[in-house]
């Protein structure tokens, strides 16, 4: 059977080309993130889809007293159209009482499947156990499952999993430190010390010499008015400025469940003798002295010259240059077709040799 892989570019392919970036694209300000909320609730209105553990059957019967209504003790309210769940959501930056947010909701039990339910009110914690959200609503299940009376059982997707948009409403909120001190930092999404000098750059052309300064390879601080309406035009100003970012550092990353091979665009490989398999590949650089006529007079002239000697045997076989480039990698492994594993193992032997000149990152 064929196979297949990927090779990517960090840029255009084969290009050099790196294009401007707004700030807002490069950035993010710090102390300006969401929080993660978690609670535990009832679904309810199951077709029989429902879990019998003996945790919901408490939940259940606490639910029940709460609104005065007391089960005997020698009862066990089981019931196969409930099911105890874990109700999970972002809040973002700045919500406020009374906005919406959207939940996940998932099984904890042996429910089946959670379609058609309904989520009775459950309340959302932060990790500092106080309240941030009511949840609440109906459950929308992209995934179905069947089970005939044999054991047989046919399921799309995951049936045990649903979401709710707006399904819970802002109770609190989450203080932050936006509007305070004299200054803002943005923090970059991936570090990098050059990008962190060019916003700093870009932004003191605008301001002026000194109103940001790069504090490492990703922060940067930026001097900022104190008044918050201020601040937020400030803000909206900086944010839409473009700068250009730095090219990333050279990456090759392998996928091995997948056979995906990501190669970036500056890696290049030093001259090296590969084997693999009945595959030998030999790669010399070696540097020729021309001495001129005596009589002639010039100068003498040191010239690179390099060696380049295959032995396909019965395997494939393709071609590393001397400082062989993105495009010569792809273009060498295209034309004779070698297969995924081949070319993990020969870049993973390289790596060790020290020939691949790039950092290689195993998935």
């Known amino acids: 059977m064929k196979r297949f892989w990927l090779l990517a570019l960090s840029a255009v392919l084969f290009s050099n080309a790196v294009f401007a970036e707004r700030i807002k694209d ?45 089960i005997p003790p020698n009862i066990d309210p089981k019931s196969k159209n ?10 973002p930056p700045f919500a406020k009482p009374g906005q919406t947010i959207d939940v996940t909701v998932s099984t904890i039990g042996d429910a089946k499947s959670l379609r058609g339910g309904s989520l009775i009110m459950a309340p959302l914690k932060g990790a500092d156990g106080q309240v941030y959200a ?3 609503g109906n459950l929308v299940v992209s995934g179905f499952g069947v089970q005939g009376s044999d054991g047989s059982r046919l399921s799309l997707n995951v049936p045990s999993v649903g979401r709710i948009p707006g399904g819970a409403s802002v109770e609190r909120t989450v203080p932050n430190a936006f509007a305070q001190g004299d200054s803002l930092v943005l923090n970059l999404n991936y570090a990098d010390f050059t990008t962190a000098r060019r916003v700093a750059e870009q932004i003191n052309s605008l301001l002026g010499p000194g109103m940001a300064k790069a504090m490492d390879a990703t922060s940067i601080r ?12 400030f ?30 665009q500056n890696v290049r490989v030093s001259p090296v003798a590969i084997t693999h398999g009945g595959m030998t590949v030999a790669i010399t650089e070696n540097l020729n002295v021309d001495q001129p006529n005596a009589l002639a007079g010039g100068d003498t002239v040191v010239t690179p010259r390099t060696g380049i000697e295959v032995d396909a045997g019965s395997g494939h ?46 998935i």
Do not use: C, W
Request: net charge negative; charged share 15%.
């Open 26 to 70: 490069l950035t993010s300000v710090a102390g300006v993130r969401s929080n993660q909320l978690v609670g535990y609730g009832l679904v309810v209105g199951l077709d029989g889809t429902g879990d019998k553990t003996s945790f919901t059957s408490a939940t259940f019967r606490n639910m029940l007293n709460n609104f005065g209504v007391a």
């Open 82 to 91: 409930i099911a105890a769940v874990a109700v999970h959501a972002d809040l």
């Open 134 to 136: 009511i949840a609440q």
């Open 222 to 233: 930026v001097s900022a008015p104190r008044d918050a309406d201020q601040r937020v035009s």
């Open 235 to 264: 803000l909206s100003v900086l944010e839409n400025l473009e700068v250009q970012p730095a090219q990333e550092v050279a990456k090759v990353i392998i996928n091995s469940r997948t056979g995906t091979i990501i190669i970036g």
């Open 317 to 362: 076989m393709f071609e590393f240059s001397p400082g062989a480039s993105l495009q010569d990698i792809v273009e060498a492994v295209n034309q004779v077709g070698a297969a995924p594993g081949d070319l993990m193992a020969i870049l993973e032997a390289l790596r060790q040799a020290g020939a691949l000149k790039a950092e290689l990152i195993v």
